[in-house]
């Protein structure tokens, strides 16, 4: 276990105990937390709309703040989702960017904002659970890229 996997269980230990204190694990169902988590993302995506890119890597302190806060609600609502789905959250990141290094092979994907099928590299295998095209050849796309 890393030092990153005990600050995601120590969170998410402060959340349920935050949760319980209020009584609140009674409207925490799968369906109102993932409800709760797009709610919190697209409100985060308000501090970005409209600006070029330039602007959006430059925000002021303010709306920097706001954004920070908004992150934070989206993982808290995360981390409670996958809490309350008996999800360990690390490893399922470990094995999604396992999945992202044989779609997207840094020789087929380096620079390049292609999604994994339109690469034109090795042949494609259903992803379990879902029937996306997962690529056979070994990989290495850039960190977090969850297309």
């Known amino acids: 276990m890393t030092k990153a996997d005990d600050i995601l269980e120590t969170l998410s230990a402060e959340l349920l105990a935050f949760a319980r204190e209020r009584d609140w694990e009674q409207f925490h169902t799968p369906k109102n937390l993932a409800m ?4 919190e993302a697209a ?3 308000e501090h970005f709309q409209w600006l ?12 920097h703040e706001a954004a920070a806060l908004e992150m934070a609600d989206v993982l808290i609502y995360l981390l409670r989702l996958a ?3 008996g999800i360990d959250l690390a490893a399922a990141v470990r094995r999604k960017m396992a999945i992202n ?13 292609l999604k994994y099928d339109e690469l034109g590299h090795a042949p494609i295998t259903a992803e379990p659970n879902r029937g996306d095209p997962v690529p056979t050849a070994p990989t290495g796309p850039p960190a977090g890229h969850g297309r």
């Open 52 to 63: 070029d890119g330039a602007q959006s890597q430059a925000l002021p302190a303010a709306k």
């Open 101 to 113: 290094e044989e779609r997207y092979p840094i020789a087929a994907s380096r620079g390049k904002a």
């Open 43 to 45: 409100e985060l995506m």
């Open 83 to 85: 809490q309350v789905l």
């Open 36 to 39: 709760s988590l797009a709610i």
